[in-house]
């Protein structure tokens, strides 16, 4: 019995690793469509050809539709009961093929098919009043949307169904594959990786929007579609392979005991499944929706001079150039958690840093907003493994959900009053947004590393799928909601202001903050709990 289990493929570190490489690079091209648009929101602002019209609500409502269906309609619930139910590879290429699904609508929606067709006209006269969900102030729509906002909701609400299937089924297919071995590593590094999505999406968005000196924003887009194509392949490569592991362990997808609508009634009597929940609700809601606003907020805080046309940086090349030193810089970072030789790893870390520092040059010479933002993710990929080990061998997760909190409040305290204080600084603006978003950036990443590794601590087995599903929903509102509050905030405190790069983010900024302040306070009350009860948060993974 022993020889069998040890020629199973998720006993072979080099095949498990796989798996996981698959899922985090379906997730990476996920993440980029996510926020497709948010580098582009100045150019979304303008009238059409150059972009389609939205202010700030409409492009705060359109963003904050990603999750509608999830929380309004609970498909994440039924996502979760299906994946407990069907297993991990089958709920997986379900949710790439509704993503692209839901992409393929979003891009007709934004291109120049779309304008001046019968359903701009059909959409523009409909879908103004939704009954119930209007008067109960969640209406995905309001008169006086634009159309083309309208069919790119629907398509961004399909797309949020396929992405967060993808995203409890990745969970529970890093548990299945890593349980009892470095469960928190796996689940740093499938986030480390997703979210160099976010930074290739500010960078390649507004290059493809602007390409050839004719700016289409259907193109960033189309960029989009292309890669969620991939993300499909990823994941039906990954079929076959979680396939075979079963023919060998004898496991079976559908579980001999089934999924039955109780099992919500155990989670939910969890006192620490219920803080979990809202500290991920809380902290999330100040970072995916910030993420949508990000460059245009550094577009009113900082002072960018024109490049001179026809110079290198003003050059298509300078951006792909940009985009591999960035490359380095997360591989480098990464690779320093796993060398055991010394010199060798603090050389690795000595290139990493020269190449991070090149990276902000380029992206000061260049004054762009979007490339000074997309430094979000790297020091997180540095830093993920190591808090990801730590958590697996020292444990620790609830200290350090209240850290990722109090890093979190300082981040957002810091654009909203000290950052404004240099417009008009040139490099000493730019100097200070560098550091607060990469502080930022190492701030999110104590969520994946402790956090999630935590839950299976907290439910049975059997309804792992479906806590996470429960998880999820949760976030989900604050997915929802914040994207679209940010938006009207800031048409209520700019009123008369139609320049996109003049706006004050103070208030936005303030409420975000607040939600830090809210999970800080849920993750000392977490740590208090754990202590009490004996969850077990504090204790490593893997036991000696």
């Known amino acids: 019995m022993t020889e069998v289990i040890q020629k199973t493929l998720r006993d072979s570190a080099a095949l498990r690793w796989t798996a996981l490489l698959l899922l985090a690079l379906a997730m990476f091209c996920a993440y980029i469509f996510m926020d497709i648009l948010s ?136 548990v299945k594959w890593f349980k009892g071995r470095e469960m ?17 999406c500010m960078i390649f968005s507004p290059f493809f929007a602007k390409l050839g000196g004719h700016i289409d924003v259907s193109r960033s887009v189309a960029f989009g579609v292309v890669l969620l194509c991939i993300a499909l392949i990823m994941f039906i490569v990954y079929f076959f392979m979680d396939k075979k592991l079963d023919a060998q362990t004898g496991e079976a997808e559908e579980k001999d005991d089934p999924f039955k609508v109780s099992d919500i009634g155990q989670i939910l009597k969890s006192s620490g499944f219920w803080l979990v929940s809202l500290l991920c609700v809380l902290y999330y809601s100040a970072i995916f929706p910030f993420q949508k606003y990000a460059v245009n907020m ?72 979007e490339s000074i933002f997309a430094v979000f993710p790297l020091l997180a990929v540095g830093i993920t493994p190591i808090l990801g080990n730590y958590v697996d061998h020292k444990g620790k997760a609830a200290s350090m959900l209240v850290l990722g909190s109090l890093l979190l409040i300082a981040c957002h305290l810091t654009f909203a009053f000290i950052l404004p204080l240099f417009k008009g600084n040139d490099l000493g603006g730019v100097v200070v947004a560098y550091v607060t978003i990469l502080v930022l950036g190492s701030s999110f990443s104590l969520v994946p590393a402790s956090l999630w590794p935590s839950v299976p601590k907290l439910v049975d087995a059997k309804i792992i799928g479906s806590a996470y599903a429960l998880i999820f929903w949760i976030q989900n509102i604050g997915l929802w909601l914040f994207p679209l509050l940010i938006g009207k905030v800031l048409d209520a405190t700019n009123p008369g202001v139609t320049d996109p790069t003049r706006l004050n983010y103070t208030a936005p900024l303030l409420m975000l903050a607040g939600l830090g302040v809210a999970a800080l306070v849920i993750g000392l009350i977490l740590k208090v709990v754990d202590k009490k009860k004996g969850l077990g948060l504090e204790e490593p993974n893997i036991k000696a």
Not at 184 to 200: C, D, F, I, K, Y
């Open 298 to 369: 550094l577009q009113c805080n900082l002072t960018f001079e024109p490049v001179p046309e026809g110079s290198f940086w003003a050059s298509t090349s300078v951006t792909i150039i940009q985009y591999v030193i960035m490359l380095i810089v997360a591989a480098t970072a990464f690779m320093f958690n796993f060398i055991k030789n010394k010199p060798a790893k603090y050389a690795t870390m000595a290139l990493s840093i020269l190449f991070l520092v090149g990276y902000c040059y380029m992206g000061y010479m260049r004054q762009s907003a």
């Open 184 to 200: 928190a590593l796996a689940m740093g590094s499938e986030m480390a990786l997703a979210r160099l999505g976010v930074a290739t």
């Open 39 to 174: 580098p582009i929101k100045d150019l979304m602002a303008q009238a059409y050809p150059v972009g389609r019209g939205w202010d700030s609500t409409a492009f705060g409502t359109m963003q904050g539709s990603e999750t509608f269906l999830n929380v309004f309609v609970f498909f994440l619930i039924f996502a979760g009961i299906i994946l407990d139910k069907m297993g991990v590879r089958f709920t997986a290429v379900l949710s790439g093929a509704v993503m692209l699904a839901g992409a393929l609508i979003k891009y007709y929606a934004i291109s120049t098919a779309f304008h001046g067709s019968g359903i701009e006209v059909w959409f523009t006269n409909h879908l103004n009043h939704i009954p119930v969900f209007e008067q109960l102030g969640v209406s995905p729509f309001y008169e006086g949307m634009p159309a083309s906002a309208k069919v790119a909701a629907c398509g961004f609400m399909i797309f949020g169904c396929g992405a967060e299937m993808g995203g409890i089924t990745v969970s529970r297919g890093i």
